[in-house]
């Protein structure tokens, strides 16, 4: 049977998908994938800092970084098209998370679940620390968890690129519109509605809408724990090379990493921040953010960061699971026809490839393959049994 696919957003997670189902070898039908900003100005693909780690407390979390990483290792086998390479310029220094003692015990309990499931991570002391990157104070830091191998960056607007270029030549079809309605039959969604009127037939519906994604499954009658969460990105200069240098994650929970000759951080959106409605094309990054909630932790962490130079910075989104942090990926049970794919909390852009595999399988197969996604069902949120990541950057 032919199936008709309407996958809701063209962002990596959506263009994942999209791939997965069309590269799926039992996989028969049609992909329409509608994207209402076809210049990716906003997507969270675009505007992510693009980094992959494995160390995170959650066991499917991890497992997901794992598919993940072989995934971008590998991109070529996957993505190019007639000749044409997938580029994305993954690097792998790794992972640097620094823990003070109220945090330490929580960092060592989940760096035993993570060696458990083959993680290639150590834990090391203030004085290893300091002999690895003398450049690094580790004035209150009791310890610190660093990934030897399978963490580091990548172009995420590259891989965005890359999967629908991929995508294209597979015959899945772009449509840049907006989608403002759904119609549906019992507990089955039958088109969705676009914001010219167009109505886009479906045997099966993904809400992959990234920020917006609460706002679609609204008009599906469901309420999806899902909010937007800007999140401000710098770039700064410095005058002094840090060798070798990580993703440093502070005890603060200020990160940074080197981006050609500069560096790139930020800071995680905090709890109870209102949910903006959209980006608006004038919004310029607040510099006092850098000045107040980031450079100060910097300057006391990295000696060489007290003379920086800002050279740019901007918003991009985080899509908040308010349950867990952690992705809600499947069926609703009131919708047999419609799956979700939202609240990935910051690692959704690393995720894509492992969720997008996923929800393929679940589609033709009936079931997960590759990565059990089953504990990032509907069936926690509805229960409020959270699924809790502790490791949220």
């Known amino acids: 049977m032919a199936l008709k696919v309407a996958v809701v957003g063209g962002g990596a997670i959506g263009n994942s998908i999209a791939f997965f189902l069309a590269a799926h070898p039992r996989f028969a039908g049609e992909i329409t994938v509608v994207e209402r900003d076809p210049t990716y100005r906003f997507a969270s693909s675009a505007l992510s800092a693009s980094a992959i780690r494995q160390q995170f407390s959650t066991p499917v979390n991890v497992q997901l970084s794992r598919f993940g990483v072989d995934f971008l290792r590998n991109i070529d086998g996957y993505l190019s098209v007639a000749g ?21 015990p929580t960092l060592e309990a989940v760096h ?26 580790t004035a209150g830091v009791a310890v610190g968890s660093l990934g030897l191998s399978g963490e580091g960056w990548f172009d995420g607007y590259g891989l965005l690129q890359a999967f629908r270029r991929k995508s294209l030549s597979l015959g899945v079809r772009y449509v840049p519109q907006e989608v403002t309605g759904f119609l549906r039959e019992g507990r089955t969604a039958t088109a969705a509605i676009l914001n010219d009127g167009t109505r886009i037939p479906c045997d099966i519906a993904v809400n992959a809408a990234g920020p917006w994604a609460a706002r679609i499954a609204a008009m ?4 999806l724990p899902v909010r937007a969460r ?31 000759g500069q560096f790139i951080g930020g800071t995680s959106p905090k709890e109870g921040e209102p949910d903006p409605d959209d980006l608006p094309l004038d919004d310029v990054v607040d510099h006092a953010v850098f000045d107040e909630a980031i450079w100060p932790h910097l300057a006391r962490r ?17 899509e908040v699971n308010t349950l867990d942090h952690n992705a809600i990926v499947g069926p609703h049970p009131s919708l047999s026809n ?28 009936g079931g997960f393959k590759t990565v059990d996604l089953s504990s990032l069902s509907f069936d926690r949120v509805l229960a409020g049994k959270p699924l809790v990541e502790l490791n949220v950057i």
């Open 302 to 318: 990295v000696p060489a960061f007290e003379a920086v130079k800002v050279t740019r910075g901007w918003y991009g989104y985080y």
């Open 230 to 260: 800007r999140r401000p990105v710098f770039v700064w200069a410095c005058r002094q090379d840090l060798p070798r240098c990580p993703l440093v994650i502070d005890t603060s929970g200020v990160y940074f990493r080197p981006e050609g």
């Open 84 to 104: 044409h390479r997938a580029e994305i310029d993954l690097r792998e220094p790794g992972y640097l998370i620094l823990a003070d003692e109220t945090q330490a």
């Open 338 to 365: 419609v799956f979700f794919a939202n609240g990935f909390s910051g690692h959704g852009l690393q995720h894509a490839p492992g969720v997008g595999r996923g929800v393929a399988e679940l589609i033709v197969d």
């Open 220 to 223: 599906l009658g469901i309420d």
């Open 112 to 137: 035993r679940v993570q060696r458990n499931l083959g993680v290639d991570v150590a834990v090391i002391s203030p004085r290893e620390l300091s002999s690895r990157f003398p450049w690094l104070s």
